[in-house]
């Protein structure tokens, strides 16, 4: 599920989700067509409709951050490959407030990515659960190893269909491929720290 970015966002966070949001859409077509691959081909490979993956590519609708990570492997990349910003270099000792990347998914999850290290297939990233939010309506797995700690508010994560409920200061990690869902079902926003690792051991 998708819809267009929020018009309710704040002037400068909407700016940002905009231009974020097309430049992840053109990087998504610049690989699909690299590799020869039609929309139709990409969606049965996503499971994820033609119409969908269209207004994603032209930056008219954002996928949620399980769909994007999803869409990465199909294509072959990783999720870090698909989000564009400057190279970062070992001398970055010190990524400041102001450099970070923000989208809203459709599910109104605000995604504040901290640092994109492609070289250690390393991604840090603040998200922002909203009451009724969550990655997915649907448990999903994919590639790669994730970290999960709670810096405000109660989480759940189900992993193989196990719900852990987490507070503030609880950590969860487990292997992406094991089918997973992450949703604040509480009545306060949820503010975590989250750490994707593009392989698993």
Do not use: C
Request: charged residues 25%.
């Amino acid at each position: 599920m998708t819809t267009e970015f929020s018009p309710e966002l704040p002037d400068n966070v909407a700016e940002t989700t905009a231009s974020t949001l097309a430049a992840i859409g053109e990087r998504i077509r610049e690989v699909r067509q690299a590799r020869n691959m039609t929309l139709q081909v990409l969606a049965e490979s996503t499971k994820l409709s033609v119409s969908m993956l269209s207004l994603v590519e032209r930056g008219r609708a954002s996928p949620s951050i399980g769909s994007l990570i999803v869409i990465a492997s199909a294509l072959g990349v990783t999720m870090s490959d698909l989000i564009a910003s400057e190279p970062e270099s070992d001398e970055d000792l010190v990524v400041r407030a102001s450099q970070h990347h923000v989208v809203e998914t459709p599910m109104h999850v605000v995604r504040r990515l901290i640092r994109e290290d492609r070289t250690r297939g390393l991604s840090i990233a603040i998200n922002e659960y909203e009451p009724n939010t969550g990655n997915s309506d649907a448990a999903l797995s994919h590639a790669g190893f994730e970290y999960g700690f709670v810096l405000e508010g109660v989480l759940t994560v189900e992993v193989d269909k196990t719900p852990y409920i987490l507070k503030s200061g609880d950590l969860i990690s487990y292997n992406s491929r094991r089918p997973h869902k992450i949703w604040n079902y509480g009545r306060r926003k949820v503010r975590t720290l989250w750490f994707n690792l593009d392989r698993e051991s």
